[in-house]
């Protein structure tokens, strides 16, 4: 177990929908990363904050967006959504925002119908 | 830019084989590089580090800077390694990018 707790494990939702995956990182770090894992993209890097602060942007969609909390947990926000959106979003998380080990969590299965 | 290739998407080999998964890296600075293994959908867990310069389950793999490479080998394959393999490359700050991956299939 690498500590990295995401919520929830699986989801189903409608097309024009929104949905929240949530993330507890390990105790003790303060990045948080989003990455999306699908079949014709492979992993592709979304956003990273650390302590709060969005610190790194990648190949996310304006449809998408995520905050960090004080707790240091962290929220991913899916909206509008597409059947192309299906996905295993994984958090992860580390130490620091530079020359860490990044520890990933079980993902959330998100299939849009 | 950045970027990572792992050139063979399926590798298929028998028990007991060498097996080597080949990772090439494009990046101007002073490359991290990572492998991760990914078991049937689930976590993706850290199998190695560069700096670490560790052997993990029989798993090493050697940076060259020359030849921009950080292959992932292991003399003698077993069935249990039989999983998705991911090269990442971090760029100074922790961020990964990773390659495509490569499935290992190890057969009795």
């Known amino acids: 177990d690498s500590g990295v707790t995401q919520t929830p494990k699986h989801l189903i939702t409608a097309t024009g929908q929104r949905v929240t995956l949530r993330c507890s990182p390990r105790?003790?770090?303060?990045?948080v990363y989003w990455y999306q894992q699908s079949l014709d993209q492979g992993l592709q890097f979304l956003i990273q904050?650390?302590?709060?602060?969005?610190?790194a942007k990648g190949n996310i969609l304006e449809r998408f967006s995520a905050q960090q909390f004080p707790d240091l947990h962290s929220e991913l926000n899916l909206s509008s959504l597409e059947l192309g959106d299906s996905a295993l979003y994984f958090c992860?998380?580390?130490?620091?925002?530079?020359?860490?080990?990044?520890?990933f969590g079980e993902g959330s299965w998100l299939t849009v119908v | 830019a950045q970027r990572v290739t792992q050139p063979e998407k399926l590798l298929s080999v028998f028990k007991g084989a060498p097996v080597e998964l080949k990772c090439n890296y494009s990046?101007?600075?002073?490359?991290?590089l990572f492998w991760y293994v990914q078991y049937s959908r689930q976590r993706l867990q850290l199998l190695l580090r560069?700096?670490s310069r560790e052997s993990i389950k029989g798993f090493t793999a050697d940076l060259n800077k020359g030849e921009t490479s950080f292959h992932l080998k292991k003399p003698f394959a077993q069935e249990e390694d039989s999983a998705m393999y991911y090269c990442?490359?971090?760029?100074?700050?922790?961020?990964?990018?990773f390659g495509k991956g490569t499935m290992l299939l190890v057969s009795p």
């Open positions: 992860a998380s580390s130490v620091g925002v530079t020359g860490n080990t990044i520890y």
């Open positions: 105790s003790g770090d303060l990045s």
């Open positions: 904050y650390y302590n709060g602060e969005e610190r």
């Open positions: 990046y101007s600075g002073s490359p991290e």
């Open positions: 560069h700096i």
């Open positions: 990442a490359l971090g760029m100074g700050y922790s961020t990964l990018t």
